[in-house]
């Protein structure tokens, strides 16, 4: 029986990270939430709102988050290359943290793509996200057809797909 247990805890193991995935995998084509987070200038939106029907990589991140910080360069040449088409955007949604601490953090790292902040994890929570960095990848109407962790190679092909599939 000792020689059985380990293989019945990686089988369960196994099953976990199965269901997991597939959960995941049907929670991706759902549309969009419509929950309210705050521009830098303190307004009130929604995500969709700010998507406007562009195809858009979402960052969910914080700032005390290292990995997240290390991507921010990453971010910002893909929105230079997705605002020279017009139909795509990169948006960072800062979670639970203030928007003054978000808007100091972009400011002094001279971030060039859109933010908004999710102070009270509303959107997260719709989400079902409790980590960062995540990113998304939603299409042009307003369903997200990638979900991943830290930007990554499946995230940009996600991102390039997804433009490529056009209206």
Known sequence: MRHGLPLLIALLALGTA??????????????????????????ATDLRSVLRGRVALVSLWATWCDVCIGEVEALARLQDQASSRGDAVVIGVAVGETRE???????????????????????????????????????????????GGALDSAGLAAFRSTLGAGP
Do not use: H, M, N
């Open 18 to 43: 199965c269901t997991s995935s597939a959960q995941s995998a049907a929670d991706v084509t759902r549309a969009v939430p419509s929950v309210q987070v705050i521009t830098l200038d303190g307004t």
């Open 101 to 147: 601490a978000v808007a100091e953090f972009v400011q002094k790292r001279a971030l060039r793509y859109a933010q908004v902040v999710d102070e009270e994890f509303r959107l997260a929570d719709a989400l079902g996200e409790q980590r960062v960095p995540t990113t998304l990848v939603i299409d042009r109407g307003g369903r997200i057809v990638f979900r």
